[in-house]
């Protein structure tokens, strides 16, 4: 039986251990962080094949090369889809939609920041989202130039108390009352999808946020032409084989807001009928062109 690492052990492990063991796949947790490892003694289990490569590329250098297995999504898949300005960057030269976005290497100095906002001919509200997080944290709203400093402030502050990390930032175009898509894609087809959805009374509370992490509710869809052969366009380009891909829909217009290589597997009713059938083929030939 073929085995597979998997450096997850929350939701994505546990929907995906069962139907893969039923195709001959043994889903097996490879801790990859929050460790004390001795270097010096060999790893006690062995592995075939990894799925996704490890959030943290320090750790992940560390388990790579002690176990020495291909991934399904390699480490330059997994650091493509963070660096959220440089999928915009690269989707957009591709002629992709993508919100209109400036991308600013923190600190900068206040006047270049609202210049290059005025240059874009960004209108407020503008969103303020940090490069690499996920999950939506740090995501904000600026309504006027005090508030978008404010937030620059903000953040200037905390990179400060870091020893490294990514120092860089979006503002992105504010899409009223938009609908909110994560599509899975998988070896270049979507093989299903969700809507996140706010509650009434979060909408009339003032959330805006869809991210399920948030409060937001994702609910099985089947996707439109247009927007399938957008998301799987967006896979071909990037060159990931699985992967997550976020659509907002906005007054007739779609966009792709950012893409994830590292996606939660939801609940089966949310992907088409083969899709572990298909995940299940994809892990077994990247494990044997290893």
């Known amino acids: 039986m073929l085995r597979l690492a998997v450096t997850t052990s929350s939701e994505t492990f546990e929907r995906m251990r069962d139907p893969l063991g039923d195709r001959g796949i043994d889903v097996a947790h490879l801790r990859a962080k929050e460790f004390a490892l001795d270097l010096s003694t060999p790893p006690a289990e062995s592995f075939d094949v990894g799925f996704v490569y490890p959030t943290r590329p320090m750790e992940g250098g560390v388990v790579t090369a002690r176990h020495d297995i291909p991934w399904v999504n390699t480490r330059e898949d997994v650091l493509t889809s963070r660096n959220k300005a440089g999928v915009i960057a690269a989707l957009e030269r591709a002629g992709l939609p993508v919100p209109q976005s400036v991308c600013v290497s923190n600190p900068a100095d206040e006047s270049d920041l609202l210049d290059a906002v005025e240059s874009a001919g960004l209108d407020y509200p503008v969103v303020v989202k940090p490069n690499s997080t996920t999950r939506g944290v740090g995501i904000a709203k600026a309504h006027d130039p005090d508030s978008l400093s404010g937030h620059a402030d903000v953040l200037g502050l905390v990179h ?27 070896d270049g087809e979507v093989v299903g999808a969700v809507e996140r959805r706010l509650s009434d009374g979060a909408r009339d509370g003032g959330r805006w946020k869809h991210n399920v992490h948030r409060g937001a509710e994702a609910v099985g869809v089947t996707l439109p032409k247009r927007h399938r052969e957008l998301v799987e366009s967006v896979a071909d380009e990037l060159g ?20 994830n290589a590292r996606p939660t597997i939801d609940d089966d009713a949310k992907y088409d009928a083969d899709f572990f059938d298909r995940l299940a083929a994809l892990i077994e030939r990247v494990a044997k062109k290893s």
Request: glycine share 6%; net charge negative; hydrophobic share 45%.
């Open 160 to 186: 400060d108390f870091r020893a490294t990390g990514d120092k860089s930032f979006l503002i992105q175009e504010w899409l009223p009352d938009a609908r909110d898509y994560r599509a899975m894609v998988l």
């Open 240 to 259: 990931i084989r699985y992967l997550g891909v976020d659509l907002l829909e906005s007054d007739g217009r779609v966009v792709v807001s950012e893409t």
